[in-house]
């Protein structure tokens, strides 16, 4: 093992993912690893096949008499409530009764002796019902009147109508941005085995631990006390295992309870993506009033979103779009609405960027709309509206935005990618008309960092340091690919001054931290980081103590040197310092915690400061479009994204990197389809098209803001990574939307929705062409 000496300041540096080499050799271990103890059974559900209905009768015959069967489970075997939904609304059954809400609902499900055996089993039950109409998405929700799965959300700041009706300019616009499939490498699964009394253990691929184990309870019916939830690492997660998982979790509980044998559950990819929810789609209305330098004077706005049947987080999710309705752009009179759309499909939830993206794609539309009405470049409409000093400074939830660096940011990327030279280039390629046609886009953002749930910005971690010198280290966060058990462990071999590789990371599990938030809102490092070093400084003090009184000297001069303790005169390895401190009987372990200060956040008023800091970024993309077929290519993208003071900018740099591509797939060839009787057709790898290798920018510049620091006090004054650079990717939309303006001289904002497909690209050629806007 490569030997990592820790310096101070070290918490600042390069280091792999610790998992890294598991990872690439295969040697990682996922819950579908764990060995199956002898007995273990297989569940698998069986799925509503119709959108709307009214279940008559479901006959289980022949499921019971398949091979390898031992029973089905129903909502009749649920001890405690049928339910798992994440806000407490009680609408998100486990098995249905009654009624069917969604094409892909579970009904029930099968255990049996092998994985294969249930699989083949849940085909054979027959299901009579009376079909109900069904609404598919918000539009024809809103039409027909429908309700919303949660209370709409509205931020208002100065007077809409009068900025409206006194403006030089007005737009009113309509954009639909898509949905998305999580596409995580892991599927769900979950793998329960029963204990004594009403003990049951759980192995997921979860985000939120703590979660998991209380809807356990709530279906068992049992205290939280007698359920654990455990996750050493998740093939990777995006927010489709924030609330979701809770499904796959209480069958194999219950299951196992009882049989009282270990129960999986491993749906297979189609089914878990027609099962499980995914990026609500949203349709955005827009009306804005600007000058004739484009600076935006009002602005109404209102974001229907696809919910599904449930709640689920549809709430918050909404709520966030709102809040980065705005980006990086001051509106002096605004007004944003959300209308949370219940529908006959899967309950959408969580996914990177939790909304945000949605916001965002409709601001940066909007700056596309007022740049093509003024014939100005994109990128000076975004300038002159972006959030600036005293009077320019206050969001549409009324928050001050006080650490504002995009100037300086966008200036400096606006310089080193050559922007002007570039959008020079291309407005003459395509002055020369033919089939090829480039287009280039500059884009920002501004992201809130915090759950805007105030009651989750809390973390706990539990610090072990052994009398041989060894440390273990365990949070409440979990690892789903992102580096984040790295990071941690760099913060407290930092605090230490020890090795990197004398910390041991030990799997999440609600035994050791309980109550744990999930692992989302990017708040991860911020959270858990925060939470470990405190737990470090309680047991620091406690051997400054010690050496002071033992060596008779100032606590001053007791220093943590690279892998010794210095205490006055005296040099002592750690690990000679720590076994001493133990034979004196000093405590050697530590619970540390951690909330965030200075948030709050009234819904009812929409007010408040539900974000701690921002985080800031910027990308610049330019690509070529076949006018023939619709199909384009990335040529260039370049990044510069704010980190503040980064734990880790290798890891960093591979989360923009990554969080880019994925925004990429979100606005060009991630296309969710309903068929019109409410079956999802995109429902696996074959028919869903994920980002390739081969859709990488043929040249892929990311760097990080080096010089920017956290303003507020968060560990080592860095700034969440994860979702942020996820909005980069919408330089691409800009870029496509500016290829396909060529056709008609730029007169026009091309009506183009996300995602662009080259299907959609066409038709929006055409429709120039055509003279149809």
Known sequence: MKHTTVIKGAATTDLRHDSATKHVTGAADYTDDIAEPVGTLHAYLGLSEVAHAEIENIDFSAVLAAPGVVGVLTADDIPGVNDVSPTGSNDDPVFATGKIEFWGQPLFAVVA???????RAAELAEV??????????????IEAGGPCVTAPLKLERGDVETAMAAAEHRIKGQMTAGGQDHMYLEGHIAFAMPGEDEDVTVYSSTQHPSEAQHMVAHVLGVASNAVTVNVRRMGGGFGGKESQMSLF????????????????????????????????????????????DGRIQALDGSFAARCGFSADLSGPVTDRALFHADNAYFYPHVRLVSKPMKTNTVSNTAFRGFGGPHGVIAAERIMEEIAYHLGKDPLEVRKVNFYGGEGRDLTPYHQTVSDNILQRLVGELEDTSQYQARRAAVLEHNAKGGIIRK??????????????????NQAGALVHVYNDGSIALNHGGTEMGQGLNTKVAQVVADAFQVDFDRI????????????????????????????????????????????????????????????????????????????????????????????????????AKGKGRPFYYYAYGAS???????????????????????????????????????AFVQGMGWVTTEELWWDDEGCLRTHAPSTYKIPLASDLPREFNVNLADWSENRELTIKRSKAVGEPPFMLGISVFEALSMAVASIADYRECPRLDSPATPERVLMAIDRLQDGEG
């Open 128 to 141: 009579s019902y009376k079909k109900l109409p069904h609404i598919l998405d918000a539009v024809q929700a």
């Open 620 to 658: 610049v993309s330019e690509v070529s479009i076949d006018t023939l077929t619709g199909e384009y290519q990335v040529d260039r993208v370049d990044i510069l994204h704010d980190v503040g003071r980064s734990l880790n900018p290798i890891l960093d740099k591979g989360q923009v990197e990554g």
């Open 504 to 603: 041991k990371i030990t799997q999440t599990t609600t035994e050791k931290v309980p109550n744990s938030s999930a692992t989302a809102a990017s708040s991860g490092s911020d959270l858990n980081g925060m939470a470990a070093l405190n737990a470090v400084e309680q047991i620091k003090a406690r051997l400054v103590t010690f050496a002071a009184e033992t060596w008779k000297v100032d606590p001053s001069e007791v220093v943590f040197a690279p892998n010794e303790v210095h205490i006055g005169d005296t040099r002592l390895s750690f690990n000679a310092f720590i076994k001493q401190a133990y034979m004196a009987r000093i405590q050697l372990s530590a619970a540390g915690f951690y909330k965030t200060p200075d948030i709050h956040w009234d819904r």
């Open 249 to 292: 979790c209480a069958v194999a509980a219950l299951a196992a309870k009882k049989w009282n044998r270990a129960v999986k559950i491993r749906p297979d990819r189609d089914q878990d993506m027609i099962a499980t929810g995914k990026r609500h789609d949203f349709v955005i209305d827009y009306d804005v009033a600007f000058d004739s």
């Open 439 to 456: 287009g280039i886009a500059l884009t920002p953002v501004k992201f809130g960092i915090s759950f805007t749930a105030t009651w989750f």
């Open 113 to 119: 002796e092998s994985r294969d055996a249930a699989r």
